[in-house]
């Protein structure tokens, strides 16, 4: 394939505003790749592989704009001005290429398969000298380059590369492409069990489903976490799990997944980052307390207290995350324990369809407490005041309340999936409204007065699982600090947007769109119905969406992703369990 034909699609792309006429873009795009299918996905999410495999470009704007003066002969800082101007290297890389009107050095078209393989090579190259080689290597593909093609590499290597499709779009647009509609969920599965886009194209491209059907969890490859539902009260989840649940404590820290194979640990977090240099503690007491050829545990690590062995609240974790700088000796004085309340794998043998009950078994057989590993407390039981008790004990000792989780015969472990298995049940669900939620920011409105020169609201979105697209929800003018406040126009002064992105949809108009990638934690007032907004339009009522009332930011939540943030089917949840309360 041509990597003309690729910047023409991404060109259209990048343009469209619709989604629909994305993701036949999309499709058309796919269609034409043939044997480049795997490279061609990785490239339209600006990557060369899954994230979690950790490849890096390593080359800094700076280094980019020396590049670009050396092979345009222009002085950096005319290439300066003109990145000013355009707010974006691609445009200014593919200005610069117009403007030397010299012929590509080579005759053909590139290949995307040679943009691939020279990307590869920038990325890798390491040690002495590769600061030169690297820009080496950007210069040739500079030379050999239309300027469209350019602009998209260049938006590629510095990470800005943004068309607008998760990696649930192209799944979807692939399984249209290559296989049938009735294999959705069995594709679905093994992505969110083996989250590496390229390798599921490769296997539908091959008409593979026999091998996609065996994909489960793997020693080392992080996969998509599972998660539970919300209900209000421990009586509706009695009636809606049948009765005999297993509760546990609800942990308050970080979601954490360890894997082992031979003598390597890895550890993940929830966005499937390797975190596992933030873990040294943990990392060498498992080498040293358990001896599995294999395995693969699902918990919370949370920080408490040496002397008094009280946990901490979350935030201490987020003190130790990050310090990459002697982390030793901070971790002394706020250790980790993780609570094991999940396990997937052992010793080459899959246990995600082995019912959670036996799985809990499994953990208890191997897994004594000790300082850094426990099993979470829980309790399985079908008397009320029981249970009660259970969840006053758990808020006392430190926790937010309970994951109450199926004992059936049915409840497997579900990679990715928000589902009825587990349901969580936190103090605040008894308030009108429950929980705080996870926006994505999608627009601004200019600030007045006092606000002059920021924002005076930023437009906030849901997001649609179903349609993949992010729907207006709220507008948010409070809880912001004067810093954060004046400090947001920088923060977005990438992600504008000339246009309406093409998956999002409001109907409300914002002066500044935003490509939506920055997520916002919320806490509101009330869901009310609202003919303004479109999320879970014409779900509750006709021609009306929801919209939340009195929102309030809580924190910038740069730990999410888009993708990850409150989902509309949890608001429809939310906006009903607060009719209930009333
Ligand atoms: P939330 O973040 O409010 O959606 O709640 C779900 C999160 O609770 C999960 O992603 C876990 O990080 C955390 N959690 C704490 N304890 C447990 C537990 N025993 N079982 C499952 N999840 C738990």
């Known amino acids: 394939m041509q990597f003309s034909e690729v910047s023409k699609k991404f060109m259209e792309m990048e343009t469209t505003t619709k989604r629909l006429e994305l993701t036949s873009i999309l499709g058309s795009l796919l269609d034409g790749a043939g044997d480049d299918l795997k490279e061609l996905v990785y490239l339209i999410q600006g990557k060369l592989a899954p994230d979690y495999e950790g490849i890096e470009f390593g080359i800094s704007g700076k280094l980019i704009v020396k590049s670009l003066a ?13 990145f000013s101007k355009n707010g974006d290297l691609g445009t200014t890389a593919a200005e610069l290429r117009e403007n030397i009107r010299q012929a590509p050095l080579v005759s053909e078209d590139l290949t995307l398969h040679y943009v691939y393989t020279k990307l590869l090579d920038l990325a890798n190259s390491s040690g002495p000298g590769s600061v030169k080689g690297k820009m080496d290597i950007y210069s040739d593909l500079f030379m050999n380059s239309k300027p469209d093609d350019i602009k ?84 509706d989840i009695r009636e809606k799990m049948n009765h005999m649940v297993a509760y546990e404590y609800k942990y308050d820290g970080l979601r954490t997944e360890l894997h082992k194979k031979g003598d390597k640990i890895k550890i993940f977090s929830r966005g499937l980052e390797e975190t596992t240099d933030n873990f040294p503690d943990i990392v060498s007491n498992f080498k040293k307390n358990y001896n599995f050829d294999s395995i693969i545990i699902d918990g919370e690590s949370v920080p408490y207290n040496p002397e008094t062995g009280e946990l901490f609240p979350f935030q201490m974790v987020s003190k130790r995350r990050g310090r990459k700088y002697g982390l030793d000796e901070k971790s002394l004085e706020i250790p980790l324990v993780m609570f094991i309340f999940d396990i997937l ?238």
């Open 345 to 582: 794998e052992l010793n080459g043998k899959s246990l995600v369809n082995t019912p959670y009950q036996e799985r809990r078994k499994i953990l208890e057989e191997n897994f004594k407490d000790n300082e850094y590993f426990r099993l979470a407390t829980r309790l399985v039981s079908d008397d009320s005041e029981e249970i009660n008790k259970f969840f006053e004990k758990s808020i006392e000792d430190g926790c937010e309340g309970v994951v109450a989780k199926n004992t059936s015969s049915e409840s497997v472990y579900r990679a990715g999936a928000r589902g009825w298995l587990w349901i969580k049940f936190k103090r605040d669900y008894q308030k009108e409204l429950a929980d705080s939620m996870d926006l994505v920011v999608i627009g601004a409105f200019n600030g007045h007065g006092r606000r002059a020169g920021a924002y005076g609201a930023l437009l906030m979105a849901s997001y649609n699982e179903e349609t993949q697209e992010y729907e207006s929800f709220t507008k948010l003018g409070t809880g912001f600090s004067d810093e954060v406040l004046f400090s947001l126009p920088k923060m977005f002064s990438e992600l504008k947007e000339d246009h309406k992105p093409a998956m999002v949809n409001s109907k409300m108009i914002p002066d500044v769109w935003f490509y939506p990638q920055i997520v916002m934690e919320i806490q509101g007032a009330e869901i009310t119905v609202s003919p303004i907004h479109t999320c879970a339009y014409s779900k509750i009522e006709k021609d009306s969406g929801l919209a939340l009332r009195f929102p309030r930011l809580v924190k910038i939540r740069d730990d999410k992703k888009a993708e990850d943030a409150t989902t509309t089917n949890e608001i429809i949840e939310l906006y009903k369990m607060q009719k209930k309360t009333k």
């Open 152 to 235: 998209y590499i260049t938006r590629i290597i510095m990470g800005k590369l943004r068309l607008g499709v998760a990696d649930s779009t192209i799944l979807d647009s692939l399984v249209s492409a290559f296989s049938e509609k009735k294999y959705a969920e069995i594709i679905d599965t093994a992505y969110n069990f083996h989250p590496d886009i390229g390798l599921i194209a490769t296997l539908l491209e091959k008409r593979d489903i026999k091998t996609i059907e065996n994909i489960g969890p793997e020693p080392l490859v992080p996969f998509k976490v599972m998660l539970a539902e919300r209900l209000k009260s421990i009586d």
């Open 70 to 82: 050396n092979a345009s002969g222009q002085t950096e800082e005319e290439v300066n001005k003109l």
